[in-house]
């Protein structure tokens, strides 16, 4: 038996859709754990492309339990589509999701607000550039213990209430931001559709912690499938540039009910560059022409919003406070092949602050803001080889910066990732299979 965390080590878009979909070869139970709708992630095989928002990225092998853990903010009407999708693809037809009945609704004002606060903020220069789904708004909601739950949607009058009762408190705050209030027609248009999603959700949802705990106890292998990443923690991340929810390792425990010591491996994924969507501090940042091409090399537009990413060189700094944040044991490493036909790469081993070197990000983010990024090139390696399964296929100078990434981080990689689909991968050691780690 093991259980398995895969987390985000950047911010997000690491590439964990394809490493989750890779690694559930060998797990029995899926499990997502933190964030809703914000999540956008890719899965490629043989060609063909499916992006997961809510169901857990291991959906494309049949038979696998696939979680939602009571830790996330569900909107079911999105979730209803993607499970419409999944079944039109033969995915999901025996029953295996399952949704925890503690999880949180985003509902319909909780989208309308996220979206008021981001036009204010765009208006003002403080906007966080969210997704718009409705994510903060819900986690307020539930930490001010207001929220609607899954098992809300099947008491009708309790949901009626519950959603009244939210928007009587709502409607001067979105007076306040210039907001149209909606009318008790809207308001009951809400609640009725919500309580019909819960109607065609009911047979996916249930006791998410304890059918874990089972999977766990009976020694199954376990996988928990981390949304956004380290840096877009809620404690820890580059507030208040983050997201609502806690992204770390940590939130897998908290999200499924699940203690800590139940956990035999933490994994977590990073690109060989680094990209960000939305406001906020990234010291290797590349503007113009030279983070456009890494942008159109890398394909980076998100999968949820289409919005461009930020791109720029691997942040070591910030790799370190992720791989310290989550206890990562390895990692993985995804798209080595995107920096393959540039002339010069670069990887930043520490920030100078104030005449001071650091090698993790200092914690105001007004001086990560001023941090000055230290470099070390290395010289483009060309295309790889059409068909890279090992290490040893990788030219020298792309071996140099893997090596380079490992020493400097103090992870070992047990992936590395070098195109979308399953196919092209460099498999070094199984998680599942924690003693046979840090063999290489
Ligand atoms: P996630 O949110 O962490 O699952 O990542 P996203 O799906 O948002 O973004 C990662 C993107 O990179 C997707 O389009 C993947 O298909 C793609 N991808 C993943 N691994 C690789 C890789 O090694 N090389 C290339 N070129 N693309 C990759
Ligand atoms: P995956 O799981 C990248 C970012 C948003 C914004 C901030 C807050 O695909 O890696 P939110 O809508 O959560 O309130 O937005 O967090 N963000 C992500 N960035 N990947 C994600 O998910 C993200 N989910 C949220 O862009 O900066
Ligand atoms: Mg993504």
Redesign the pocket.
């Known amino acids: 038996m093991s259980v398995v965390i895969v987390v985000?080590a950047q911010?997000?878009?690491?590439g964990?859709g394809k490493v989750v979909d890779l690694f559930t070869e060998r797990a029995d139970t899926v499990v997502r754990y933190g964030?809703g709708a914000?999540?956008?992630?890719t899965l490629v095989i043989d060609g063909k492309k499916l992006v997961t928002h809510l169901v857990p990225s291991g959906v494309c092998h049949p038979g696998k339990s696939c979680v939602l853990g009571d830790g996330m903010v569900i909107d079911p009407q999105t979730l209803l589509e993607e499970l419409a999708d999944c079944q039109a693809r033969g995915l999901l037809a025996r029953g295996e999701l399952l949704v925890g009945l503690g999880a949180h609704v985003i509902l319909p004002y909780h989208k309308l607000i996220?979206g008021l606060r981001e036009d204010r903020g765009a208006t003002k220069g403080n906007a966080?550039?969210?997704?718009?789904?409705g994510?903060?708004p819900a986690y307020e909601a539930k930490a001010g213990r207001r929220g609607v739950r899954m098992r809300d949607l099947y008491k009708r009058d309790r949901l009626r209430d519950l959603v009244r009762a939210n928007m009587d408190e709502l409607v001067p705050l979105i007076v306040h931001l210039g907001g149209t209030v909606p009318g008790t027609a809207e308001i009951d248009s809400w609640i009725e559709a919500a309580y019909v999603a819960g109607q065609k959700l009911a047979p996916h949802t249930g006791d998410a912690g304890r059918h874990v705990a089972r999977a766990i106890a009976e020694g199954r292998h376990v996988l928990f499938e981390?949304?956004?990443?380290c840096l877009?923690d809620l404690d820890h991340g580059t507030y208040p540039?983050?997201?609502?929810?806690s992204t770390i390792a940590a939130g897998a425990c908290q999200s499924a009910g699940v203690g800590p010591t139940q956990i035999d491996a933490v994994v977590g994924i990073t690109k060989a560059y680094a990209t960000?969507?939305?406001?906020?501090p990234f010291p290797t940042e590349l503007h113009g022409e030279a983070g456009d091409k890494l942008r159109v090399a890398g394909g980076e537009f998100?999968?949820?919003?289409g919005?461009p990413?930020r791109c720029g060189w691997l942040d070591l700094p910030a790799l370190r406070m992720g791989v310290r944040l989550s206890g990562m044991q390895s990692l993985a490493l995804t798209k080595l092949d995107v920096l393959a036909d540039l002339p010069e790469v670069a990887v930043c081993t520490a920030y100078e602050v104030d005449g001071r070197e650091l090698d993790e990000p200092p914690i105001d983010p007004d001086d990560i803001e001023r941090a000055k990024p230290i470099f070390t090139k290395f010289p483009g390696w060309g295309p790889l080889p059409t068909v890279t399964r090992e290490i040893s296929d990788l030219p020298p100078t792309a071996k140099a910066f893997v090596e380079t990434i490992e020493r400097m981080s103090g992870v070992q990689f047990c992936l590395i990732s070098v195109g979308p689909d399953r196919m092209q991968t460099i498999r070094l050691h199984d998680p599942f299979e924690p003693s046979r780690q840090a063999t290489r």
């Open positions: 985000g911010w997000g878009d690491e964990k964030g914000n999540a956008g992630h996220d966080i550039g969210t997704t718009r789904r994510i903060g981390g949304a956004q990443g877009l540039y983050v997201t609502s929810s960000r969507v939305g406001a906020g998100g999968s949820t919003t919005r990413r």
